[in-house]
């Protein structure tokens, strides 16, 4: 799974060396680019319309002149060259959801197909195309969104392209609604006749996290009406009312995360989701402080791979040829309810003295000590919150394959929950 | 219990205060919560009938309410044999009868399990409190008894899984419910994701119509039908007119009410607006369509108890009136 990160709200693409620069160093080596900043909805909303008032222009708008989308994108795909970042995914401008113009679908046409070139030049294999939507009567999405992609396929084909619809919100007097491609298994069928249309895999779909929890939908269900032809997924968290793009966690209502990233999550384990896992925070970033980005950053990638290693848990159980687990709680009680058939530990360990030598879910209680025989390989799974303070403690008995297991988004829970242990303060 | 005639026979059209001129449509109702009192019913039901009402949703959840139940409390209420119920509720559908009101549905209490909850409570929610619901739908000729499905996927971990549960509850009523002659209505619901409500139960449109087919094919009758919550959907951002569409015939019943897309607030249609324009942020245009899409001749029921907690109490009979009035616009757009 790769991970990238948007340029919007970081990256200034007349002057792109700093956010380049700022995202290189925290880590990420693949961007995400909207091709949206050298065209923006609203440009496009107002495209061959007079100028109102001082409209700045020294530069030519590429809603007027699409083939300016390669000259203006050129310094950006540099900058992006120069610090080792590849765009690995991007999207083709789009008209805002309240938009009012039904008479740009050609204009549209020809600016993802720039798009598409561009993307060639740049060696970036997905774009993201959103479905026509504006002036389209109720029944003629299908067909006029058909022709729309297929217009599109060799152009794509030529420069190696893969083209991704996307799930959209319809704007309904201000309140956003599910839209185009929203229920997935209309979206799947729409790539799949596209894909029998060209006769090879040209399109794919890319799955926008923050459309979802707008339109408050079931990702888990989403995600397996899609499968496989999920290429993508725009990571970005919203209070599931107003348009946003923030660093996934940081929408919360007394301590609970407003978008389900539990059945994102087993969404995408159930459909082995390898593709491209693209963090779009352009709404937190352009809040913080230009001083403040480089840790804002850092945070972003680390929070982007734990994401991902959520997806891929089973690959880090079965990297050991036998686990052992430390903690008896209800962390250890849900691995075994989840994992322990498939990778069954050979016993667990606790500080508690009273546990040791007790049985819990199956599973003999060993003190700690225990963990200084283990078979080779083997690793130490930690499931106990207290992480950092275990894996210390496991580091001054000489343990290796220290790993950590976690039960936020389990593929299913218990009714109930074992009591708090440790309420005298110890660990375990 | 008495059996109820056949549907057909007596859901005869009636008309809407203005001498039935919307012939599609059998009538318009409302909830009985906070009209239709114990201490005397028929005033509550002779006040729908003067508002425009033709029909009434019979609040039956209001005697073992959820507040209590997710506290894992219950009152003795269902405690009472079938005969008992009919006693206790006869004064009610005299009422009704006097009062020319029908009930067309009636909500039974929910949720019907709790997550965690003791288990003699869940028992006598699924085997005292959900038949004796269905009798006493029976008791007033009512039709549609609409139920909540079980919010069990985040703990089962998935959709279907929860299905499974909540198909399997069904079933433990669909044979007395077809004996009785009442369809069970499922119900788009919500869940919750910190404060931001989301899909919950029953808001796929196709799986549902699945469902409720394979399952009356197994009984040979009408044992399951649809509640379209059109408050619940537009939390969810459901395409009303897609929705509708996709359940056709096994619509039988509406929870009509409104909201700002955030809350469950169960408020007059047209209320809210979200942009400068103040034009509805519902869509009741889509809703319109999808009710004439496919020729909808049931009754358009109002599930807005809660506009009479927030209206004065004196304007009670006019708040009513006035969502009779929209349910007579709606009627006229459907037979338009």
Same mark, same amino acid.
């Given at each position: *799974?790769?991970?990238?990160?948007?340029?919007?709200?970081?990256?200034?693409?007349?002057?792109?060396?700093?956010?380049?620069?700022?995202?290189?160093?925290?880590?990420?080596?693949?961007?995400?680019?909207?091709?949206?900043?050298?065209?923006?909805?609203?440009?496009?909303?107002?495209?061959?319309?007079?100028?109102?008032?001082?409209?700045?222009?020294?530069?030519?708008?590429?809603?007027?002149?699409?083939?300016?989308?390669?000259?203006?994108?050129?310094?950006?795909?540099? *900058?992006?060259?120069?610090?080792?970042?590849?765009?690995?995914?991007?999207?083709?401008?789009?008209?805002p959801r309240d938009t009012k113009r039904t008479d740009l679908q050609e204009l549209l046409a020809r600016l993802q197909e720039e798009s598409i070139r561009c993307c060639g $030049?740049?060696?970036?294999?997905?774009?993201?195309?959103?479905?026509?939507?504006?002036?389209?009567?109720?029944?003629?999405?299908?067909?006029?969104?058909?022709?729309?992609?297929?217009?599109?396929?060799?152009?794509?084909?030529?420069?190696?392209?893969?083209?991704l619809l996307e799930n959209q919100c319809r704007f309904v007097n201000g309140h956003l609604i599910r839209g185009i491609c929203s229920d997935g298994e209309t979206a799947a069928?729409?790539?799949?006749?596209?894909?029998?249309?060209?006769?090879?895999?040209?399109?794919?779909? @890319?799955m926008d996290v923050g459309v979802c929890n707008l339109c408050g939908q079931d990702m888990h269900a989403f995600a397996r009406a899609l499968g496989k032809r999920i290429k993508?997924?725009?990571?970005?968290?919203?209070?599931?009312? =107003?348009?946003?793009?923030?660093?996934?966690?940081?929408?919360?209502?007394?301590?609970?995360?407003?978008?389900?990233?539990?059945?994102?999550?087993?969404?995408? =384990?159930?459909?082995?989701?390898?593709?491209?896992?693209?963090?779009?925070?352009?709404?937190?970033?352009?809040?913080?402080?230009?001083?403040?980005?480089?840790? &804002?950053?850092?945070?972003?990638?680390? !929070?982007?791979?734990?994401?991902?290693?959520?997806?891929?848990?089973?690959?880090? &159980?079965?990297?050991?040829?036998?686990?052992?687990?430390?903690?008896?709680?209800?962390? @250890?009680?849900?691995?075994?309810? @989840?994992?322990?058939?498939?990778?069954?530990?050979?016993?667990?360990?606790?500080?508690?003295?009273?546990?040791?030598?007790?049985?819990?879910?199956?599973?003999?209680?060993?003190?700690?000590?225990?963990?200084?025989?283990?078979?080779?390989?083997?690793? !130490?799974?930690? @499931?106990?919150?207290?992480?950092? $303070?275990? $894996?210390?403690?496991?580091?001054?008995?000489?343990?290796?394959?220290?790993?950590?297991?976690?039960?936020?988004? *389990?593929?299913?829970?218990?009714?109930?929950? &074992?009591? $708090?242990?440790?309420?005298?303060?110890?660990?375990? | 219990?008495?059996?109820?005639?056949?549907? %057909?026979?007596?859901?005869?059209?009636?008309?809407? %205060?203005?001498?039935?001129?919307?012939?599609?449509?059998?009538?318009?109702?409302? +909830?009985?919560?906070?009209?239709?009192?114990?201490?005397?019913?028929?005033?509550?039901?002779?006040?729908?009938?003067?508002?425009?009402?033709?029909?009434?949703?019979?609040?039956?959840?209001?005697?073992?309410?959820?507040?209590?139940?997710?506290?894992?409390?219950?009152?003795?209420?269902?405690?009472?044999?079938?005969?008992?119920?009919?006693?206790?509720?006869?004064?009610?559908? +005299?009422?009704?009868?006097?009062?020319?009101?029908?009930?067309?549905?009636?909500?039974?209490?929910?949720?019907?399990?709790?997550?965690? %909850?003791?288990?003699?409570?869940?028992?006598?929610?699924?085997?005292?409190?959900?038949?004796?619901?269905?009798?006493?739908?029976?008791?007033? /000729?009512?039709?549609?008894?609409?139920?909540?499905?079980?919010?069990?996927? #985040?703990?089962?971990?998935?959709?279907?899984?929860?299905?499974?549960?909540?198909?399997?509850?069904?079933?433990?009523?669909?044979?007395?419910?077809?004996?009785?002659?009442?369809?069970?209505?499922?119900?788009?619901?919500?869940?919750?994701?910190?404060?931001?409500?989301?899909?919950?139960?029953?808001?796929?449109?196709?799986?549902?119509?699945?469902?409720?087919? #394979?399952?009356?094919? +197994?009984?040979?009758?009408?044992?399951?039908?649809?509640?379209?919550?059109?408050?619940?959907?537009?939390?969810?951002?459901?395409?009303?007119?897609?929705?509708?569409?996709?359940? %056709?015939?096994?619509?039988?019943?509406?929870?009509?009410?409104?909201?700002?897309?955030?809350?469950?607030?169960?408020?007059?249609?047209?209320?809210?607006?979200?942009?400068?324009?103040?034009?509805?942020?519902?869509?009741?245009?889509?809703?319109?369509?999808?009710?004439?899409?496919?020729?909808?001749?049931?009754?358009?029921?109002?599930?807005?108890?809660?506009?009479? /907690?927030?209206?004065?109490?004196?304007?009670?009979?006019?708040?009513?009136?006035?969502?009779?009035?929209?349910?007579?616009?709606?009627?006229?757009?459907?037979?338009?």
């Amino acid at each position: *799974m790769n991970i990238s990160i948007s340029t919007i709200g970081i990256v200034n693409a007349n002057i792109p060396g700093q956010g380049t620069q700022d995202i290189a160093n925290a880590g990420f080596d693949k961007v995400f680019l909207e091709f949206g900043v050298f065209c923006s909805p609203y440009e496009l909303e107002e495209a061959g319309m007079p100028a109102k008032g001082e409209r700045q222009s020294d530069r030519i708008s590429v809603a007027d002149e699409p083939s300016e989308m390669g000259p203006q994108s050129a310094r950006m795909l540099r *900058m992006c060259q120069e610090k080792r970042l590849r765009v690995s995914i991007a999207r083709a401008p789009y008209l805002p959801r309240d938009t009012k113009r039904t008479d740009l679908q050609e204009l549209l046409a020809r600016l993802q197909e720039e798009s598409i070139r561009c993307c060639g $030049e740049a060696g970036c294999n997905y774009l993201v195309v959103r479905p026509l939507f504006a002036g389209i009567s109720a029944g003629q999405e299908w067909e006029k969104n058909r022709v729309y992609y297929l217009r599109l396929a060799a152009l794509a084909r030529e420069h190696q392209v893969m083209i991704l619809l996307e799930n959209q919100c319809r704007f309904v007097n201000g309140h956003l609604i599910r839209g185009i491609c929203s229920d997935g298994e209309t979206a799947a069928e729409w790539v799949d006749r596209l894909n029998q249309e060209v006769k090879e895999e040209r399109f794919g779909f @890319c799955m926008d996290v923050g459309v979802c929890n707008l339109c408050g939908q079931d990702m888990h269900a989403f995600a397996r009406a899609l499968g496989k032809r999920i290429k993508a997924v725009v990571l970005r968290d919203c209070d599931g009312h =107003r348009e946003n793009s923030l660093l996934p966690f940081l929408c919360t209502y007394q301590g609970q995360p407003q978008t389900d990233w539990l059945n994102l999550i087993r969404g995408l =384990r159930d459909i082995g989701f390898d593709g491209e896992l693209a963090l779009d925070l352009s709404g937190t970033a352009s809040g913080f402080s230009p001083l403040l980005r480089p840790q &804002l950053l850092t945070l972003a990638k680390a !929070v982007a791979e734990y994401i991902r290693w959520q997806v891929e848990i089973e690959t880090q &159980l079965g990297k050991y040829p036998s686990v052992v687990l430390f903690g008896a709680g209800n962390m @250890c009680r849900n691995y075994m309810k @989840c994992y322990g058939e498939k990778y069954p530990p050979l016993f667990t360990c606790d500080n508690n003295p009273k546990l040791w030598g007790t049985s819990f879910c199956g599973l003999e209680v060993r003190p700690p000590e225990a963990l200084k025989e283990l078979p080779d390989g083997c690793g !130490v799974l930690i @499931c106990n919150i207290y992480y950092r $303070e275990i $894996e210390k403690q496991l580091r001054e008995l000489d343990v290796k394959n220290i790993g950590f297991f976690n039960d936020e988004y *389990m593929p299913s829970f218990h009714f109930d929950r &074992l009591k $708090e242990a440790g309420s005298d303060g110890e660990i375990g | 219990m008495a059996k109820s005639d056949e549907k %057909g026979k007596t859901e005869a059209k009636e008309g809407m %205060g203005s001498a039935g001129k919307f012939s599609d449509i059998l009538g318009l109702g409302v +909830q009985t919560k906070n009209v239709v009192e114990d201490e005397n019913p028929a005033a509550g039901f002779r006040m729908l009938k003067a508002a425009g009402f033709s029909c009434a949703d019979f609040s039956l959840n209001y005697y073992l309410t959820n507040v209590s139940l997710y506290r894992s409390q219950r009152n003795d209420f269902f405690d009472r044999s079938e005969q008992e119920l009919e006693r206790y509720f006869t004064p009610h559908r +005299q009422g009704a009868r006097e009062a020319g009101i029908r009930i067309h549905q009636m909500h039974m209490p929910y949720p019907i399990y709790i997550p965690n %909850g003791r288990k003699e409570l869940n028992e006598y929610l699924w085997k005292v409190v959900a038949p004796k619901s269905v009798a006493v739908s029976a008791f007033f /000729d009512c039709y549609y008894l609409v139920v909540h499905g079980f919010k069990l996927a #985040r703990n089962l971990g998935s959709e279907e899984a929860e299905w499974e549960w909540t198909e399997r509850f069904l079933h433990s009523i669909a044979p007395i419910a077809k004996e009785m002659g009442v369809t069970i209505c499922i119900e788009n619901l919500y869940s919750n994701a910190g404060g931001h409500l989301v899909e919950g139960p029953c808001c796929n449109g196709k799986k549902a119509a699945e469902r409720i087919d #394979r399952i009356n094919d +197994q009984y040979g009758a009408e044992v399951l039908g649809f509640c379209f919550d059109t408050g619940h959907a537009n939390l969810v951002g459901l395409d009303f007119e897609e929705f509708i569409t996709t359940l %056709g015939q096994r619509l039988k019943v509406l929870h009509i009410h409104d909201n700002d897309g955030v809350g469950d607030l169960h408020q007059i249609p047209f209320t809210f607006t979200k942009t400068r324009e103040n034009t509805a942020s519902t869509d009741w245009e889509g809703f319109v369509r999808g009710l004439r899409a496919i020729r909808f001749d049931k009754v358009l029921s109002f599930e807005t108890a809660p506009v009479l /907690d927030s209206f004065p109490g004196e304007m009670k009979s006019e708040a009513l009136a006035f969502i009779a009035r929209i349910g007579e616009w709606f009627s006229r757009q459907l037979s338009s």
